[in-house]
């Protein structure tokens, strides 16, 4: 029997408003305390109760923590979907299933082993309430796992302690459900399994946190006062978490009166007027929003961006088009983000690839949008903003002070003889502005027709387009300020990936095996739009550059395509866009594929489970 | 929206309010709007309105959205800041900007295609919100800018200029207001510029929302035989419901109980609002009695002006959300940002 340590994946099949999350999540949890690299990716409906959902937990040692598509072990709890589950099992894995139900024999496998725990019957004979009988099964199969995969029980139960602490009856509940599972698998099967977990020390730095609260929690730290949104899944999270932590740190000690505040918006297009409007009296303001809504924005983000007023806008992008699949995840924002309105616009975009990075890049983002006077996007997804990930602590430094761009104070304004709104360009073409209520001398019509960079009405050909170049100057002087591109070059690298945001994980895990196997490339991430001057050069350097994103149509690709002199030729595309996250599998398999390289099959996970089979009772 | 500037010069016997402006200092650049239009009368009696309150010109601000009357804001008041919007627009906006800056006065200009087609779920939800602006409607029933086309103000059986009828019920802001909780409302005309001026004097001491629709005939598209929005017909049908005078906060004055039982009411910022003259029976603040005053009366074709609702009671979207007193703008950094000890403590609660 050859034992994988911290190295597999499992996957949940639950039945969706069961109680499942927490179940999951405890297992996740208790896993990521053992101080082992773990992910836990969340797929679920757009539905309160009754449909399929999915979470999936990998493990691994090294620090892949990409999605992984081969799953040792499937908890198949759900019997809607037990044929698929099934399925889905690699060769000599586990499958356990709540066997107070005969599972129909024509769904076995033969080289899947079989584990049988009668959950349901267990919850039935120990617990009364109905609610509770169903809601317990979670925590009883989290006790089989935890018997199964040697999860370390002491965190299990501090745990459940923590979450419980002053709900006796539940706490009580849940440790007697635990140890339903518990016991039954530990009479019943041999274990652990050949595959389980061992306490190691890759955490202590760590945090685990979905991006929404992440970029959330940036926001705060920003100083944005001002925040409009209109609910939408799945950004929806992050303005709650707005409002937890605004709560906690914004209340004035004086006065007890809020330093923030939150508005729910009739609409998007509500949303972004508001932003825009606090904006442009010198708060910092955001909204956070999805696709559909950034749609509806499109008409107010071409207005700040033509008046030039600072704004911005978190887009958790999720699968489109229209409704699309509102609980899956998608980077199909791109191109509607980055000339987002009508006419010729074009936005500054920042692209996080984890929520560490959520973090990071909010106050950037502020920054940026009031030193270029513009809108700007925090690009995250569903799959960074609602799973949990495992990331280095967020590092505040104190010294940082809010750039808060070229702003007229009532000094400066009172040395003027007088201000003209669209003059005086600095070396990023950007002119001062002004704010409402400081003084008469600095007050300026602010509009979206057609203006002289006097800030005037006009119709004239050449006063409109004076401004119009100097407004794309401007964009292009941003390329030197967003965040540089993460770039990692091998020896002997035949060619180059590029890829952004979520997908960093699997792209890097992806790279790692394809150079074990002699097929060498080397690195790119792009973190922001207009491009830095990196980016160009990396797709230079490459005779062959794979862009590696989660949509149809090659968005990133087309951006490159567009605002960079590389030859289309030089751009191929890996592209995998059905709304589950990344693996390294689909990478591993798209560029072999493009290479012309005969593709063996890739187990991401090394070994395989060869061990005794543990019989069903 | 070409604005041609006036001239600066300023005759020395011009009156001079507590600031010691004139209202020249309360002026914008020169209309644009057509000869006549009714517009360029309100925008005077807003120019009037906030010399005469006094209120420091950088201390206004003044939004729109699209369309004729959303032209105006150039037009009064050069010292505030403007913000000309996209169509229908302007209430988010002006939320947004009341929302980060409390202390300025808020005036939002909007047409009836603005506020009534394009805007019309803005509006309202700044009227639920009760944000604390004047908003203006400067009401003639017609597209102008586009032509002529109907608006959703234009009452049935109204004519075009072609003839051609409308056929659908009108939206009137007024009873909108009324049921969906507006605090100030009022209805006047833009002929009748004594009326105005107190109306929007009063609005800007409301406590939150001052809705004000303004029947203003477009001399272009809408004034013609047939309209009910012309200035012939608005003139005929008028009936000045209630009368309304405003006293700021700062002259101290005894309430007198009006005529025929009328109501003196107190402004959140001290001021009164004295109605002269109500129609008995009349409540300016009994949401229902204006309900069934306006309904009897505007089924007669009568054009009910006057301040004719007013709540001051109800708390505005700042109150509502317990923001802190000055403007969010005026909230240092240092106050803002929890720094790196707080956020060390937190990560605790993400292992």
């Known amino acids: ?617 | 929206m070409p604005s041609i500037v006036k001239p600066v010069a300023t005759h020395p016997s011009l009156q001079r309010n507590e600031l010691g402006l004139t209202i020249r200092d309360y002026e914008g650049s020169m209309s644009t709007l057509c000869a006549g239009c009714g517009h360029d009368s309100i925008t005077a009696a807003i120019t009037r309105a906030f010399w005469e309150v006094a209120t420091p010109p950088h201390m206004v601000a003044k939004l729109s959205g699209i369309g004729c009357s959303s032209k105006t804001p150039a037009y009064f008041v050069n010292g505030a800041h403007g913000l000309n919007s996209a169509h229908g627009r302007m209430p988010p906006i002006a939320t947004g900007a009341n929302a980060a800056n409390r202390e300025l006065i808020y005036i939002g200009i909007s047409g009836d295609g603005d506020s009534l087609s394009i805007g019309l779920g803005h509006m309202c939800h700044a009227i639920r919100r009760n944000v604390r602006m004047i908003y203006v409607i400067e009401n003639n029933g017609v597209y102008g800018l586009t032509k002529g086309q109907f608006s959703a103000s234009a009452d049935v059986g109204s004519k075009s200029k072609r003839g051609d009828p409308n056929r659908m019920a009108p939206i009137d802001s007024v009873m909108l207001g009324l049921s969906i909780g507006a605090t100030f409302i009022a209805r006047s005309f833009s002929g009748d510029k004594e009326q105005l001026v107190p109306i929007l004097k009063a609005a800007v001491s409301h406590r939150g929302f001052a809705l004000i629709d303004v029947i203003s005939p477009c001399v272009t598209f809408n004034d013609h035989e047939g309209s009910t929005k012309s200035y012939l017909y608005t003139r005929q049908h008028d009936l000045k419901a209630t009368e309304a005078d405003f006293v700021p906060p700062s002259s101290e004055i005894l309430a007198q109980i009006g005529q025929n039982g009328a109501v003196n009411v107190t402004m959140h910022d001290g001021g009164v609002v004295r109605f002269k003259g109500v129609p008995p029976n009349y409540d300016p603040t009994d949401r229902r009695k204006v309900m069934d005053y306006l309904e009897e009366h505007q089924g007669k074709g009568e054009v009910v002006t006057g301040l004719l609702y007013l709540d001051e009671n109800v708390p505005d979207l700042h109150e509502m959300s317990n923001t802190s007193d000055i403007a969010l703008t005026k909230v240092p950094y240092h106050k803002l940002c929890p720094g790196a000890a707080a956020l060390h403590r937190l990560q605790e609660d993400f292992r």
């Open chain 1, 1 to 617: 029997m050859r034992n994988r340590v911290n190295d597999f994946a499992l996957k949940l099949a639950n039945v969706n408003g069961t109680g499942s999350a927490s179940a999951n999540g405890l297992l996740m949890q208790a896993i990521f305390r053992m101080g082992i690299p773990v992910s836990g990716k969340n797929l679920f409906p757009s539905n309160i109760q009754g449909l399929p959902t999915w979470y999936e937990i990998r493990v691994n040692k090294n620090g892949y923590t990409a999605r992984s598509l081969d799953y040792d072990l499937m908890i198949a709890m759900n019997s809607q979907t037990y044929a698929r589950d099934i399925k889905e099992v690699r060769e000599g894995g586990y499958l356990l299933y709540d066997s107070s139900w005969p599972l129909d024999p024509e769904l076995l496998r033969q080289d899947v082993h079989f584990m049988g725990v009668p959950f349901a019957q267990l919850c039935n004979d120990n617990f009364r309430d109905p609610r509770e009988r169903i809601l317990m099964k979670n925590i009883a199969y989290a006790g089989t796992l935890v018997a199964a995969l040697q999860v370390d029980m002491e965190i299990v139960a501090e745990l459940l302690e923590e979450k419980y602490a002053g709900k006796k009856k539940l706490s009580e509940s849940n440790t007697r459900a635990l140890r339903l599972g518990y016991d039954y698998a530990r009479d019943h099967f041999d274990l652990p399994l050949p595959f389980h977990l061992e306490k190691m020390d890759a955490n202590s730095d760590k945090i685990l946190i979905d991006g929404n609260t992440a970029v959330a929690l940036g926001c705060v730290y920003a100083g944005a006062t001002v925040a409009a949104w209109y609910p939408i899944t799945p950004s929806t999270s992050a303005m709650d978490a707005f409002k937890v932590f605004c709560e906690k740190y914004r209340k004035d000690p004086e006065t007890g009166k809020n330093n923030f505040i939150i508005i729910q918006a009739e609409d998007e297009l509500a949303a972004i007027g508001m932003v825009i409007g606090a904006a442009w009296s010198g708060a910092r303001a955001f909204t956070s929003t999805a696709g559909p809504g950034i749609s509806l924005m499109n008409e107010l983000l071409g207005f700040a961006y033509y008046a030039e007023i600072p704004a911005v806008i978190i887009d958790v992008e999720r699968v489109g088009p229209s409704t699309g699949m509102p609980t899956r995840t998608q980077q199909g924002d791109l191109l509607e983000c980055a000339y987002a309105s009508h006419g010729d616009t074009k936005h500054i975009l920042l692209f996080p690839s984890n929520p560490a990075e959520c973090f990071e890049f909010a106050p950037v983002a502020f920054d940026l949008a009031e030193r270029f006077q513009t809108p700007v996007f925090l690009m995250s997804d569903l799959d960074i903003g609602m799973n949990d990930w495992v990331v280095p602590r967020l590092k505040w430094n104190d010294a940082y002070q809010p750039d808060r761009g070229r702003v007229l104070s009532l000094e400066e304004i009172e040395k003027l003889p007088k201000f003209q709104r669209y003059t005086g360009e600095d070396e990023n073409q950007v002119t001062p502005r002004t704010l409402p209520g400081v003084h008469p001398k600095a007050s300026y019509f602010t509009r979206g027709s057609g203006h002289t960079k006097f800030g005037g009405y006009t119709e004239i050909p050449d006063e409109y387009q004076e401004v119009m170049d100097r407004l794309l100057k401007k964009h292009q002087a941003a390329a030197k300020h967003v965040p540089a591109p993460i770039i990692q070059r091998r020896p002997d690298a035949i060619f180059g990936i590029v890829t952004l945001g979520g997908c960093d994980p699997a792209v890097r895990e992806a790279l790692d095996l394809l150079a074990e196997r002699g097929v060498v490339g080397d690195f790119m991430r792009v973190r922001g739009f207009p491009f830095d001057s990196a980016v160009e050069s990396f797709l230079a350097e490459h005779d062959i550059n794979f862009v590696i994103e989660q949509n149809r149509d090659a968005q990133l690709r087309s951006l490159l395509i567009l605002e960079t002199n590389v030859s289309k030729d030089k751009l191929r595309s890996v592209l995998v866009y059905g709304g589950f996250p990344l693996s390294a599998r689909h990478v591993i398999d798209g560029v072999l594929e493009e290479l012309g390289l005969q593709n063996k099959p890739v187990f991401v996970a090394a070994g395989r489970p060869k061990g005794e089979v543990p019989m069903e009772e």
